[in-house]
């Protein structure tokens, strides 16, 4: 099992710039790749960004790029989501997830809210 710890969200102006940070513990050893989802208020979970261990190998959604970075600290086991240049669109709450093998995400975090004021 892994357990997914995030934090670091809250509420920012357009514009502004926020960190998010996730800590991965348990099994960590097992994980592929960890990756970054937010869902908006009446929609659907969308994909953010990608970080693959092996190669460190990052991917973004069209809507983030040039926006945000995704990065890792693996001293402390923990993915870091640093968003620029927000917009309320961003508006959000972000979850960190985690695989073992291909796209399929068991494990998840609490998720943490962002809200980007105009």
């Known amino acids: 099992q892994v357990q997914l710890v995030e934090s670091g969200g809250g509420l920012v102006q357009a514009g502004g710039s926020l960190t998010l940070s996730c800590t991965a513990s348990?099994?960590?050893?097992?994980?592929?790749?960890m990756a970054w989802f937010r869902q908006a208020p009446g929609k659907e979970r969308e994909f953010v960004a990608r970080?693959?261990?092996?190669?460190?190998?990052?991917s973004y959604a069209d809507s983030v790029k040039g926006r945000f970075t995704i990065s890792r600290d693996n001293a402390k086991n923990t993915v870091y989501l640093q968003m620029s240049s927000l917009k309320p669109e961003d508006t959000a709450v972000y979850y960190c997830?985690?695989?073992?093998?291909?796209?399929?995400?068991?494990?998840w975090g609490q998720g943490t809210q962002v809200t980007v004021s105009s």
């Open positions: 997830t985690a695989a073992s093998s291909g796209y399929d995400y068991p494990y």
């Open positions: 348990g099994r960590t050893f097992s994980l592929s790749h």
């Open positions: 970080l693959w261990w092996s190669a460190e190998i990052t």
